[in-house]
T-cell receptor, first 110, second 112 residues
Framework: GQQVMQIPQYQHVQEGEDFTTYCNSS?????IQWYKQRPGGHPVFLIQ?????EVKKQKRLTFQFGEAKKNSSLHITATQTTDVGTYFC??????????FGKGTHLIIQP | DTAVSQTPKYLVTQMGNDKSIKCEQN?????MYWYKQDSKKFLKIMFS???????INETVPNRFSPKSPDKAHLNLHINSLELGDSAVYFC???????????FGNGTRLTVT
């Protein structure tokens, strides 16, 4: 099945700083989804990107899908303590199901 | 109303035992899944199932078996538990392929 590389694995930031996580695939993707998992919680769907070069915003979160549909990023502006958690990109679907990246753990220091 | 519910939340058991985890979804979704999350938070799909077919991740030991009495339920039965089975198991559902996943709260399994 398809695989996706997600970096960084861990990111420490001071509250108020920006944060970005990246996902890269060697194959062209039909779509990519992003999820957030709070500590002790379950993954929660954030957004799905489908179109080449697509950019979507949710308040302080900006999601991008690359022109070649092989990479994606999630950027958080001015992080807050509520942003703490693990962010996953997710690809695939169909018979193989959805495949999760290894996640980026965001740690925020007040 | 909980959309995807799974029980129990915690499960502590000894090696060699057999256990089951139950999952129910009230979203009317066609497809249900089991994911395993290890201590490093890696999420791996174990099974996907709709009313037509069961897709098994080939890396899953045959000690694990999903059982679906109907479209709204997908239970996970585990035989002869091993220490390495300790993890958090998440049930999820989606309307169709490529649709967003809705997760249950997870079952933390500890095998001693």
């Amino acid at each position: 099945g398809q695989q996706v590389m997600q970096i960084p694995q861990y990111q420490h930031v001071q509250e108020g700083e920006d944060f970005t996580t990246y996902c890269n695939s060697s194959t062209t993707l039909s779509n990519i989804q992003w999820y957030k998992q709070r500590p002790g919680g379950h993954p929660v769907f954030l957004i799905q990107l489908v179109k080449s070069g697509e950019v979507k915003k949710q308040k302080r979160l900006t999601f991008q899908f690359g022109e070649a549909k092989k990479n994606s990023s999630l950027h958080i502006t001015a992080t807050q303590t509520t942003d703490v958690g693990t962010y996953f990109c997710v690809i695939g679907g169909g018979a193989d199901g959805l495949t999760f990246g290894k996640g980026t753990h965001l740690i925020i220091q007040p | 109303d909980t959309a995807v519910s799974q029980t129990p939340k915690y499960l502590v058991t000894q090696m060699g035992n057999d256990k089951s985890i139950k999952c129910e979804q009230n979203l009317g979704h066609d497809t249900m899944y089991w994911y395993k999350q290890d201590s490093k938070k890696f999420l791996k799909i174990m099974f996907s199932y709709n009313n037509k077919e069961l897709i098994i991740n080939e890396t899953v030991p045959n000690r694990f078996s999903p059982k679906s009495p109907d479209k709204a339920h997908l239970n996970l039965h585990i035989n002869s538990l091993e220490l390495g089975d300790s993890a958090v198991y998440f049930c999820a559902s989606s309307q169709r392929d490529h649709s967003p996943l809705h997760f249950g709260n997870g079952t933390r399994l500890t095998v001693t």
